[in-house]
């Protein structure tokens, strides 16, 4: 295979400008109005300035989907496994999990603002970020176990402890994940600049509500206060009971929406 750039896909004046893109060309890419308040506030615009910046490294938008998830299994697995006890490990799973959930906001910027959007890239970064969805608490329900004292008057967990943990914690959030993901597509063909229009009452703030506690970089933050906490195992517990909740109104609600 040549190493050699092939320029051939675009024409020379698109090149120029595509090599003197500022961080303001990417900004509007980044504006997501449907998202919720952390996503759209904090993890969309670091998501702009690292998608500049993987633009000047000539990164393409699915190696920066790839660094994303392996910045998240990275982090979770020297979290576990290299210093459990220490609190260095709640800073570095705030920071590793905050920086893999931004990566994944500038992939899809990165895409959008070089033009170099399409539908296989779409489907990876879904199935990638599904994969971090398992993996990361996976990994530090495994690093709890071995690591972390069980709550008082809880007995020895089973063999399938682990498969259990993620049936509870993982499997509401890949689902609501894709449940959005297919509902963007119908109503909107996945254009992240569509208003939400519907009208701001109890019930939309509600939703908003319980959006912002599944929102992904939340419940990475969540996922490392409850490292610290010395509980790992009975939190992801509850919150995972949260998430089933969540996903059950979801569909209701979308039922509703879409007839």
Sequence with gaps: MSLTPNFAVSKPDE?????SMTVADFAPFGRVPTASWMTRCISYPIG??????????????NKVSVLSLLVGITTAAVAAMVFPKSHWSGLLLLVGLQLAYALDCADGVLA????????????LDKMLDS???ILVPGLLCIGSRMHQ????????LPAGWGVAMILIYATPRVGMAIMIWLKDFMKSGGDKNVTDERPHDLSWKSARVVAFFVDTPV???????????????????????FSWVALLGYCYKSKRELG
């Design 15 to 19: 090149m120029a400008t595509r090599s």
């Design 48 to 61: 702009v300035r690292l998608a500049y910046l993987c633009h000047k490294a000539r990164l393409s938008p």
């Design 112 to 123: 959008r603002a070089s033009g170099r959007c399409s539908s296989f890239g779409a489907i």
């Design 131 to 133: 994969i971090a969805m």
């Design 149 to 156: 004292p069980l709550p008082m008057g809880w007995k020895p």
């Design 219 to 241: 419940s990475y933050l969540l996922l490392a206060i409850f490292w610290v906490s010395g509980i790992f195992l009975p939190l992801m517990l509850a919150y995972g009971a």
